[in-house]
C-alpha cells in the first residue's frame, strides 16, 4: 500500500499571502489528521477529519482551517500568512475511527518558508 | 501545551551501547505511542503501549509504561548509526474513554538521538 502523501513538499510564501496545502491518506484511512511541527512550540495538532467533518480541533486561530473530500484526501489552508507559520506541516491518517487515538501514519510533509 | 515530556533532550552514545529514553505525562492516558523522526521528515510510528500493559517489545526496542508514575521509556538495544533520529512520546490528551470519537495526539518535545559509529 501506499503511504500517505502530502503535496507540496516544499513552498515559500510572503506574509499576508495564502497557502493549500495537500494530504492523501493510505488507502481506506478515512481519518485524517494535521500537526504543525516548530523549533519553538514543538509538534501540535492542528484538527482532524473523518467522514467530511472536522471532529477535533487545536489551539490555533481561525486563519487555519482544513476540509477533507469524499474520497479522505484532505487540504488544510492558512490565510494571511505570518512569519510564525513558518513550519513543517504534517498529515497523518488512521485506520481506526473509534474514541481512542491509535497508530498514526504520517506523510513526509510540507516544509513551510513564509517570508 | 505539551503532554508528554522527553529526557534527555539529547543523547549522544557508540555503535553498540544501549539508548534510553524517558517520556513523562500528565493526565490519564488511554495508550502511550513512540515515534521517529529522521532529520527534518515524517514520523514513524515505533510502538504503542496500552494503558493496561506494563512493557512491550519491537525488535530492539522495548517499552514500559508506569502509569501510576505516569511515566514511560524507551530503550533501543545495541544501538545502530542508523538509530540517529529524535524520538517522541505521544498521548491522546483527553482522560479516559472520551465519548467524542477522534485521533488526536499530544507530543513531547523529543530526544535528539545520535548515534555515532
Known amino acids: 500500500k501506499a503511504g500517505v502523501t502530502q503535496t507540496p513538499r516544499y513552498l515559500i510564501k510572503t506574509r499576508g499571502q495564502q497557502v493549500t496545502l495537500s494530504c492523501s491518506p493510505i488507502s481506506g484511512h478515512r481519518s485524517v489528521s494535521w500537526y504543525q511541527q516548530t523549533p519553538g512550540q514543538g509538534l501540535q495538532f492542528l484538527f482532524e477529519y473523518f467522514s467530511e467533518t472536522q471532529r477535533n480541533k487545536g489551539n490555533f486561530p481561525g486563519r487555519f482551517s482544513g476540509r477533507q473530500f469524499s474520497n479522505s484526501r484532505s487540504e488544510m489552508n492558512v490565510s494571511t500568512l505570518e512569519l510564525g507559520d513558518s513550519a513543517l506541516y504534517l498529515c497523518?491518517?488512521?485506520?481506526?475511527?473509534?474514541?481512542?487515538?491509535?497508530?498514526?501514519?504520517f506523510g513526509p510533509g510540507t516544509r513551510l518558508t513564509v517570508l | 501545551s505539551q503532554q508528554g515530556e522527553e529526557d534527555p533532550q539529547a543523547l549522544s552514545i557508540q555503535e553498540g551501547e544501549n539508548a534510553t529514553m524517558n517520556c513523562s505525562y500528565k493526565?490519564?492516558?488511554?495508550?502511550l505511542q513512540w515515534y521517529r523522526q529522521n532529520s527534518g521528515r515524517g514520523l514513524v510510528h515505533l510502538i504503542l503501549?496500552?494503558?493496561?500493559?506494563r512493557e512491550k517489545h519491537s525488535g530492539r526496542l522495548r517499552v514500559t509504561l508506569d502509569t501510576s508514575k505516569k511515566s514511560s521509556s524507551l530503550l533501543i538495544t545495541a544501538s545502530r548509526a542508523a538509530d540517529t533520529a529524535s524520538y517522541f512520546c505521544a498521548t491522546d490528551p483527553r482522560p479516559g474513554r472520551s465519548l467524542q470519537a477522534g485521533n488526536m495526539l499530544t507530543f513531547g518535545g523529543g530526544t535528539r538521538l545520535m548515534v555515532k559509529p
Open positions: 493526565t490519564s492516558i488511554n495508550n
Open positions: 497523518a491518517s488512521s485506520l481506526v475511527a473509534g474514541g481512542i487515538t491509535d497508530t498514526q501514519y
Open positions: 503501549i496500552r494503558s493496561n500493559e
